[in-house]
């Protein structure tokens, strides 16, 4: 069959044209000559379809609570808003609200926004806008004082969370954060849902990096010794080591009494909880003098204080790190201005958001001699601890961040027993920092 026919150019060249007659004298030609003809026109549809203009983006209802969780029976605010791609219009009139499940009233609407009260004993606040044809749909959590809430229990299980892993221990400290947030921790019918004793659990595992391996001719620090942790959660201790108790609810908030504790930052502090480790998770020295090791053996040191140790770079750097890998969010977190000694007589104010402890805030009372500068004045107090078996973590002692009064070489400790005693700065003992949520 002959469906192309050769001829000449110009310049001799021989070139193939498709001959319409084919078709005629081969049948069979004119299937292909239809398909031909087909692909042509399809591939110029194409072209030009892909030379139109995209279609504009549609645009968006977004509808925004002011918190993602409210109290019992309080009020909150549900904001409507248009977008079109990057660009957020508020709606000034003309919005629908419809609110889901019962409510307990409260409520008001002026021009894109509603304000509605929760039930006292729902779970959940929904609320939908219509505008311009468009729906959009918010959720808000409500909380709920559990029945029967026991001194001591796992704060995962009082706010619902559900998931398992580092993603709970995420979920709780964020809910936790947004339970005081939303006035948690003063409102009357909430107020009694977080205890003293209670806990969140690093359900997975705690990493922490040591510091720089040191060694001296008369001994060799192991990375145990300086702080390398490597644990999975385990219930099976009596105090687990990556279990993080309360330990204080507004500590940090001044006391009335004239001769109290008075804050020692700047403004008001926030609703908080302080947390620490039920046990020893690690261990680490506090301080040395480096140039000694020229000498052949290591020399311990408080001066400067907690501030100026090994020990302080180790907690705010490679132990912090650790606990966020662990799943605690540090957008959760609050740095209270502490008062903290630097010498036998003299304090300074230190503000990180992972800390140890001074001797005051867990012995309320000066126990071994310590630094005269830590004062009923500027100390807060965790008021957990009220008894020397509540101290005890890990049948070991700790280090605590109070300078030994009257030495040049000592810091305070926790002993295994719960009592108060002193220790050279180059010995390897645990390592329990705290922190504040808010």
Sequence with gaps: MKFFEKSKGSKGKIFASFSPFACFRYPQ?????????????????????????????????????????????????????????????????????KIGGAHSGGTAIS???????????????????????ITATATVNVFAKPQNVSVEGSIKEKLGITTAGKTAVTDTFTALHEFIQAGGLTDKNTSGMIELGDWIDLEDRLQVDPSAQVEAETETLTEAQMGKIDLSFSKEDDKPKLRLIVVGINSFQSKEDEDAYKYQGEGTPPPHVVFQFAGLPGTHRMNWIESTLQSGWETGTNAGGYAASEMYSYVTGNFFTGLKNAGVPEGVLWAPTRTVSTSWTAVGPLSDPLWLPTEREMFETLQYNTAQGETAANQARLEYYTTPELRKKSDASYWLASVIYSNNTNFAVVTKTGTSDGAYSTSSYGVAPAFCVQ
Excluded: H, Q, R, W
Aim: net charge negative.
């Design 111 to 133: 021009k894109n926004t509603l304000t509605v009260a929760s039930e006292e004993d729902a779970d959940k606040l929904t609320v939908t806008a219509t505008y311009d044809g």
């Design 29 to 97: 030609a004119l299937l292909t000559a239809a398909v031909f003809i087909a692909a042509l026109v399809f591939a110029s549809c194409k072209n030009a379809a892909d030379d139109l203009p995209p279609p504009p983006p549609e645009p968006k209802l977004i509808i925004t609570p002011k918190s993602k969780s409210i109290l019992p029976g309080a009020k909150i605010e549900f904001t409507a808003k248009m977008t079109v791609e990057s660009e957020t219009t508020t709606v000034t009139d003309g919005t629908n609200f």
